[in-house]
């Protein structure tokens, strides 16, 4: 996964402003609880893909609007269909950067070769978003923990009903503030174990940023919901032992053995999403003198190692929240708090670093973010 930084991209897009562009005080109403997902800027970067006319076509920056799409675009049949996910923060000096874009357009890019899906350029897909975030640059909120989520998205636009893969695509970005994850402060939830389904098998679309591999999800979660619990774990689909993701997140436990911190996170099988915040805390754990695995870990490892005090921490990671502490942990064969179902000084230390990174309050000694403006 690249962590190669780079300064502002610049790509050749048609620039179509708004003609009724809000007020700065209609924007500030709108950006004051954003939530997420829910609060969009007022522009979108629009890119078509054709085969039959040589690959990616010159795009837009147009007002964010609705599309329109053939009843028999194959997305809505065959589901091809991805998206990426990541953040715009703004600097102590007022300059916005993002953070490790590179790395999702190579993740991207990798989604789509499982997809059968066209690839798309690194350089336009940063050109795109950093356009995107020039035009739309007061929407970037100031506030630690606050930012300005940008979700690439493709898929399959060609008007054919054969079970093949398309010749013809669309490329989105749109972007949505997004208020701080834990405005109350970082609270621990707590997890439901789920042995009924699972998110992905061996040879499957796991690794992909697969529209599907979410829908598959939801019966999951509403279970887990229906438990009292705030997010599934999934098991893997073998052996129905190894712990592999939280909902969309990847999980971290967090073991002292013989007075050294060991930071152990699931190996990437190819049934697992390799993440962005995943890689890059693989990466400050060694910063920071931990020892950082990546290997199996089953549930009755994770139960045991818990009650023997090796294990003193288990947190999710992802985009949205960067760090979601796991206080407790459900099953059909009973509950077991974690930390006493509190915030651990370890997950807490991360957040705090990746925060700082990303906010400009710490150095960025690993060239992460990336200049937009």
């Not at 089953?298 to 502490?325: L, N, Q, Y």
């Not at 705090?352 to 710490?362: M, S």
């Amino acid at each position: 996964m690249s962590t190669d930084s780079a300064p502002a991209t610049k790509v050749d897009l048609e620039i179509l402003p708004t003609q009724h562009p809000l007020g700065d005080a209609e924007r500030a109403q709108r950006m004051q609880s954003p939530g997420f997902g829910r609060v969009f800027t007022e522009h979108m970067v629009a890119i078509s893909y054709s085969a039959d006319r040589g690959g990616w076509l010159r795009g837009q920056l147009k007002p964010y609007a609705p599309i329109t799409l053939d009843p028999a675009a194959m997305v809505l049949h065959y589901g091809q269909a991805i998206f990426e996910g990541f953040k715009a923060y703004r600097q102590p000096d007022g300059r916005i950067k993002t953070f490790r874009p590179e790395a999702n357009a190579h993740r991207f890019n990798s989604s789509a070769r499982r997809l059968a899906m066209p690839e798309m350029p690194v350089g336009l897909f940063v050109g795109c978003v950093d356009a995107l975030i020039r035009q739309d640059r007061g929407w970037v909120p100031a506030a630690v923990g606050e930012s300005l989520y940008i979700r690439p998205l493709m898929f399959a636009t060609e008007a054919a009903l054969g079970v093949r893969s398309s010749r013809d695509y669309d490329f989105l970005v749109i972007a949505s503030p997004a208020g701080a994850y834990f405005p109350q402060g970082v609270k621990p939830v707590t997890v439901w174990i789920s042995e009924d389904f699972v998110r992905a098998a061996p040879g499957g679309t796991g690794a992909a940023k697969f529209a599907g591999n979410y829908a598959a999800s939801l019966l999951a979660q509403m279970n887990a919901a229906a438990e009292g619990c705030a997010q599934v774990v999934w098991l893997d689909a073998v052996h129905r032992r190894y712990v592999e993701e939280m909902g969309g997140m990847n999980i971290f436990f967090v073991y002292q053995e013989g007075g050294r911190t060991v930071m152990v996170t699931p190996e990437l099988t190819g049934t697992l999403l390799p993440g962005i915040t995943r890689d890059s805390i693989i990466q400050l754990a060694r910063d920071f003198g931990y020892a950082a695995e990546e290997r199996k870990v089953t549930f009755d490892e994770w139960r045991s190692a818990v009650r023997d005090g090796r294990m003193t921490e288990a947190f999710a990671c992802g985009t949205a929240a960067v760090i979601t502490p796991i206080g407790a942990v459900k099953s059909r064969e009973g509950t077991f708090a974690i930390h006493n179902n509190e915030t651990g000084p370890v997950a807490a230390r991360f957040r705090e670093a990746l925060l700082n990174i990303q906010h400009g309050l710490a150095p960025d000694t690993h060239g992460w973010m990336h200049d937009v403006l």
